[in-house]
Nanobody, 121 residues
Framework: VQLQASGGGLVQAGGSLRLSCAVS????????MGWFRQAPGKEREFVAA???????VNYADSVKGRFSISRDAENTGYLQMNALKAEDTAVYYC????????????????WGQGTQVTVSS
């Protein structure tokens, strides 16, 4: 499984962006999609994760109500980010694993290369 993240950019505070994560290779039910981010000078942190079916979704408290994780029929994952704040500025990584939805990055086996999101205040 290989992941390719895209969609980052520069946006004003209050604006929106949608990140994409193209998944190549075979995925099966049980595949969990996740997003993490790393701000300058900080450790990488959990943002959101979703089970294959979408029946289990988990968000970091800092993004609840503003971000939404989804996927389409072609297995491309998305992170819709609304009402962006300056503190959302970070490199965003998509990740994947088989098993349960997890907020811990050490459990994710597959990683994309990261896409920069910059929110100006």
């Amino acid at each position: 499984v290989q992941l390719q993240a895209s969609g980052g950019g520069l946006v004003q505070a209050g604006g929106s962006l949608r990140l994409s994560c193209a998944v190549s290779g075979r995925t099966v039910p049980g595949y969990v999609m996740g997003w993490f981010r790393q701000a300058p000078g900080k450790e990488r942190e959990f943002v959101a994760a979703r089970s294959w079916s979408g029946d289990i979704v988990n968000y970091a408290d800092s993004v609840k109500g503003r971000f939404s994780i989804s996927r389409d029929a072609e297995n491309t994952g998305y992170l819709q980010m609304n009402a962006l704040k300056a503190e959302d500025t970070a490199v965003y990584y998509c990740a994947g694993r088989y098993g349960s939805v997890s907020t811990f990055q050490r459990y994710y086996r597959f990683w994309g290369q990261g896409t920069q999101v910059t929110v100006s205040s």
